[in-house]
């Protein structure tokens, strides 16, 4: 039974920084593509960044390039959302989610993180 399981969400000011964190258990095979989603109250669940662990290549939504920078540690099928100069419209639910196919084939999602940006 595969679980992912996010860490590092908090409260920060506007312009301040987090490391989002999420690492699988009960696996025994490396995910292709691990990424992160985000969903504020009332808002649509949007696709944040995702990054194919082992090319490495990435994608950003636009709301979120050159703040944001997704990486992976492949190995340990971890992947870490470190987020910069954060914004008010950041401030949602973060999920990390999972698969081992393609980027439009997630199978896996954590339960979320909060993260909450305050002036």
């Known amino acids: 039974h595969v679980q992912l399981v996010e860490s590092g969400g908090g409260s920060v000011q506007t312009g301040g920084s987090l490391r989002l964190s999420c690492g699988a258990s009960?696996?025994?095979?490396?995910?292709?593509?691990m990424g992160w989603f985000r969903q504020a109250p009332g808002k649509e669940r949007e696709g944040v960044a995702r990054?194919?662990?082992?090319?490495?290549?990435?994608y950003y939504a636009d709301s979120v390039k050159g703040r944001f920078t997704v990486s992976r540690d492949h190995a340990e099928n971890t992947v870490y959302l470190e987020m910069n100069s954060l914004k008010s419209e950041d401030a949602a639910r973060y999920f990390c989610?999972?698969?081992?196919?393609?980027?439009?084939?997630?199978?896996?999602w954590g339960q979320g993180t909060q993260v909450t940006v305050s002036s």
């Open positions: 989610t999972a698969t081992y196919g393609t980027s439009d084939s997630y199978n896996y």
């Open positions: 009960g696996y025994t095979n490396r995910f292709n593509c």
């Open positions: 990054i194919y662990t082992g090319e490495g290549s990435t």
